[in-house]
């Protein structure tokens, strides 16, 4: 808003300081006194227009005008050696038809600003499309054109992801409505997996009684050559006693033979008859190949009494086993084991 104006050497005016008012300013005055002089001065600052130096008041080599806008200061200097603008305290001397861009910007004001007494009535003469062309210039209307447009697409973007929600929808509803089995599937798939653990606990259970038995027919195998060992070591204490048996039999042959030979030396008995000695002979005959069978017959007997010690440490170390392999329940009949 314009809130001062000092002109000095401009037409008419020597020096002439205006404070308008910031609602409208009345000027009265009569002819020639510089009323239309005002406006040329606000133009030329504004707009760089008249060009040249006409206006420069006679008898005077400069003229300077002074705007105060807002909180700014615009001043204008012209001569023949100076054509100058000033923003507070920046100056702009380097500048063609149109003022600098920063003038512009502050003083803000353009050719629609500014009407003459001879003028046509603003707006009225013109066309429809220059009268556009000025509000446009006044407000910007390619920034509603723009928002209408930017509204309109908003709005047909909107209607076909509304259109394509429904179509969405129509579609999700039909999906669902070929999906009733789903509940049905549900109610199969928990029945299913069911019976999956219902197989893998028989698996386990299949696996357990597989290992029951590949340890009992394990034990059933120990047991049987247990109990050759049983009949071996039978036969084993049979033998036994009859080596006793034997053995007392040479003891008491020779002892017998002991005393035939003291006897034999002591007395002048005659010899004995032959078939007596000869039977006597073949009895000891008998008696030393017995005694020799019944020899050979102990180193068996001592093999086959470590056998024996060896498989009954090998059957408590199964029946160990298998009793942890059981555990205290069977698992056929789910009772607990009597030991």
């Given at each position: 808003m314009l809130k001062e104006l000092i002109i000095q050497n401009f037409q008419a005016h020597k020096k002439t300081?205006?404070?308008?008012?910031?609602?409208?300013?009345?000027?009265?005055?009569?002819?020639?006194?510089?009323?239309?002089?005002?406006?040329?001065?606000?133009?030329?600052?504004?707009?760089?227009?008249?060009?040249?130096?006409?206006f420069i008041r006679h008898g005077t080599k400069e003229a300077?005008?002074?705007?105060?806008?807002?909180?700014?200061?615009i001043i204008r200097t012209k001569s023949a050696s100076k054509n100058t603008y000033h923003l507070d305290d920046e100056e702009f001397n380097s500048f063609r038809n149109d003022p600098p861009e920063e003038i512009q910007r502050a003083i803000n004001l353009g050719e629609i600003n500014f009407q003459g007494q001879?003028?046509?009535?603003?707006?009225?003469?013109?066309?429809?499309?220059?009268?556009?062309?000025?509000?446009?210039?006044?407000?910007?209307?390619?920034?509603?054109?723009?928002?209408?447009?930017n509204i309109v697409k908003r709005v047909n973007k909107s209607r076909q992801e509304s259109e394509s929600l429904d179509k969405l929808y129509e579609d999700a509803r039909e999906s669902r409505a070929s999906m009733d089995f789903v509940p049905e599937m549900e109610r199969d798939f928990a029945e299913v997996e069911g019976l999956g653990k219902e197989s893998n606990e028989l698996a386990e259970?299949?696996?357990?009684?597989?290992?029951?038995?590949?340890?009992?027919q394990t034990h059933q195998r120990e047991e049987e050559k247990l109990r050759d060992a049983v009949y071996h070591s039978q036969e084993f204490l049979d033998s036994w006693?009859?080596?006793?048996?034997?053995?007392?039999?040479?003891?008491?042959?020779?002892?017998?033979?002991?005393?035939?030979?003291?006897?034999s030396e002591k007395s002048s008995v005659p010899d004995m008859p032959l078939d007596e000695l000869r039977s006597v002979?073949?009895?000891?005959?008998?008696?030393?190949?017995?005694?020799?069978?019944?020899?050979?017959?102990?180193?068996?007997?001592?093999?086959?009494d470590k056998d024996m010690v060896n498989q009954i440490n090998q059957a408590k170390r199964f029946e160990k086993e298998l009793h942890e392999a059981i555990g205290e329940t069977c698992p056929l009949c789910h009772q607990a084991i009597q030991r």
């Open positions: 300081e205006l404070i308008l008012s910031p609602r409208v300013n009345t000027i009265v005055g009569e002819t020639d006194a510089g009323k239309s002089a005002l406006f040329r001065c606000i133009k030329w600052v504004a707009m760089n227009t008249p060009s040249g130096d006409a300077r005008v002074e705007i105060k806008v807002d909180d700014v200061s001879f003028d046509s009535p603003f707006w009225f003469s013109e066309t429809a499309g220059e009268v556009s062309r000025q509000l446009n210039d006044i407000v910007d209307l390619a920034i509603i054109d723009q928002t209408l447009s259970s299949r696996r357990l009684l597989h290992s029951v038995l590949s340890s009992i006693k009859e080596c006793n048996r034997v053995a007392k039999e040479i003891i008491t042959v020779r002892s017998l033979c002991t005393s035939v030979k003291e006897l002979a073949a009895i000891v005959k008998a008696v030393t190949m017995r005694k020799n069978d019944l020899k050979k017959l102990l180193d068996v007997m001592k093999v086959s």
